[in-house]
């Protein structure tokens, strides 16, 4: 298996190279649950779903362990405004979280471990960073020292002094004045109010920070080194750095063979990045009740991980519009398969799904390149569609399409059994098919075409063949 993958660490391209052969252990970055996830939230839940999937198609067992943070500035916030307990928030919106990924044909984490289930091996992970002069203590809140770390920014591509100008972005004032370092960072956060979400360390009661709760998460699940960590591109400064630091002055060891990134989700022509402090943003859950999840996924699917999408709902429409001619095609090949006919051994087209096959795989072995991926099935369809048409046609041929089909439809998250259009119901059709055939024996041309225009009208586009007269749903 030769597939490669862009590692953000690097910079490059490489050839992906699990530390147990067939098997890969993959840690994805899940949402802080304070409110419904929206679709740019959902790019990278749905990104690296895609990847997975297409690993597991390769062959590999994959180890996927997906976070849940369910205790930070934000959840204590929202928590508070709501008049409930962070407990109960974080309750709600994981249920919501799973409800909508669900619908969107999600496949479960191996595992979604929450950070407040983690409190003590969280305590004990800063303890060691402690021990080893990597932290210290101000007044009840540790913070990691970034500086002492010496590969400190480099995956974000970052000078010290760059980090030192934009730190001030990420804390407040007071938390600056207290630390050691601009840039250092806070591993546990002391209890501001009584009534506030809290544990007992052994320096205070407090409640750790973001970062620190994945890397203890990542290690306790998955090991000192993970094979690949993702996320979106935002995440890579600070987030994704401080783990680095902090996983690796723990361990003694390399924390991720290979880093990705999803590109961003954007609205309007300007193409701003979707994000909630914007306001620009759309919940998936909000969405899922107007749309078809179906094409949703297609279309989340559909463009390569790191490439950014531009949102806008009449790309929704062009991938139902995708999604229905797919459909329309496995039926042909179904209605050709089960119409009783004799088979014929066709060698072209034999040929043309096995140069379709490599080509699919030639694609996604290229860091998941599912646009080239797509490509290379487009070219394919006109070729089963002569093939359908034809007088006898070379079942085997089509049954192994219909198979592999699936296969390559189910590493975009596609069950088009699923696939609901707002359409006439068959019986109706079926009836004045019966009737246009019967003109047509009769030779009463002008009602035949005149069903044919109703038909049209309807959605309905009619395939007469040597069989007899088939129908599929533009």
Not at 175 to 180: A, G, L, R, S, V
Not at 247 to 276: C, D, I, P, R
Not at 284 to 306: D, G, I, K, T
């Amino acid at each position: 298996m030769a597939v490669k993958v862009y590692n953000t660490l690097t910079r490059q391209k490489e050839l992906f190279k699990p530390q147990v052969a067939g098997k890969v252990s993959m840690y994805v970055c899940g949402p802080t649950v304070y409110n419904y996830i929206h679709i740019g939230n959902l790019r990278s839940v749905i990104a690296f779903d895609t990847i997975r999937r297409y690993f597991e198609y390769r062959g590999y067992q994959v180890n996927y362990v997906s976070n849940f943070t369910d205790v930070d500035d934000k959840m204590i916030r929202e928590a508070k405004l709501e008049g409930t307990t962070v407990p109960k928030l974080a309750a709600r919106y994981i249920q919501a979280f799973l409800a909508d990924t669900t619908a969107l044909n999600v496949e479960p984490a191996t595992l979604h471990p929450r950070a407040t289930h983690e409190i003590p091996a969280i305590i004990a992970f800063i303890q060691v960073l402690l021990d080893k002069g990597y932290a210290y203590l101000r007044d009840g809140d540790v913070y990691y020292r970034a500086r002492k770390f010496a590969h400190y920014g480099q995956l974000s591509d970052q000078k010290l002094d760059e980090l030192e100008a934009g730190a001030s972005e990420h804390v407040d004032k007071t938390e600056q004045d207290q630390k050691e370092d601009a840039i250092d960072f806070a591993l546990w956060k002391k209890q501001k109010a009584p009534d506030e979400i809290a544990w007992q360390a052994p320096w205070g009661v407090g409640r750790p920070g973001w970062h620190i709760e994945c890397s203890v998460m990542a290690t306790k699940y998955l090991g000192n080194t993970v094979d690949i960590h993702g996320g979106g591109q935002d995440l890579e400064f600070p987030h994704h750095e401080n783990e680095i630091a902090q996983s690796e002055a723990k361990t003694g060891q390399k924390f991720v063979n290979y880093w990705l990134h999803n590109g961003f989700v954007t609205v309007g022509s300007e193409q701003t990045k979707m994000s909630k402090s914007l306001h620009n943003f759309v919940t998936v859950h909000e969405l899922l009740q107007r749309v078809n999840p179906v094409a949703l996924r297609f279309y989340m699917a559909s463009v390569q991980y790191r490439h950014p999408i531009n949102y806008a709902p009449d790309h929704l429409v062009e991938a139902e519009r995708i999604l229905t001619h797919f459909k329309n095609v496995i039926e042909g090949v179904q209605y050709r398969l089960d119409d009783g006919s004799e088979p014929r051994p066709s060698v072209s087209v034999k040929a043309a799904i096995e140069t379709t096959k490599a080509a699919f795989i030639a694609a996604m072995d290229d860091d998941f390149n599912v646009q080239n991926a797509l490509a290379a099935i487009y070219d394919l369809l006109p070729v089963i569609n002569q093939e359908i048409a034809a007088a006898q046609v070379d079942k085997t041929a089509l049954a192994d399409f219909l198979t592999i089909f699936s296969d390559w439809l189910g590493i975009f998250g596609v069950d088009l059994t699923t696939l609901t259009t707002k359409a006439v119901d068959d019986d109706v059709i079926n009836a004045l098919i019966a009737k246009r055939t019967k003109a047509r024996e009769q030779k009463n041309w002008q009602e035949s075409d005149a069903i044919r225009d109703q038909l049209a009208e309807m959605g309905i586009k009619l395939l007469d063949t040597a069989q007899g007269t088939r129908w599929t749903r533009e």
